[in-house]
């Protein structure tokens, strides 16, 4: 009973990380949004054809959000991993 309340608690921190993971992605998502959002209107407003070096720009700032993303998806499905992990070693001890 004692190890089964133990991994509780162990499963609560690791949601709670994830939880924390996931807010601060979705707060980095949505200031990326109003950034590219501003940046159409200001465009749209000037009634300028994006340059090459705008199109440039634009490309640059999507390619670095591509990255973020894909590091934050590594680095959440590393802890998850390693949850499983001790959760396995916690199965064969109990056995």
Known sequence: MLS?????????ET???VK???R???TRLRVEELA???MIRSREENGTVPSSRAAE???????QMDNEAAINQTE???SLQDHREEEE?????DS
Do not use: D, V, W
């Open 4 to 12: 089964r309340l133990q991994e509780l608690r162990r499963e609560e």
């Open 15 to 17: 949601l709670l990380r």
């Open 20 to 22: 924390a993971a996931l």
């Open 24 to 26: 601060e992605q979705l």
């Open 36 to 38: 590219l959002q501003s």
């Open 57 to 63: 720009e634009i490309q640059k700032t999507l390619g």
């Open 76 to 78: 959440l499905h590393l």
């Open 89 to 93: 070693e916690e199965e064969e001890s």
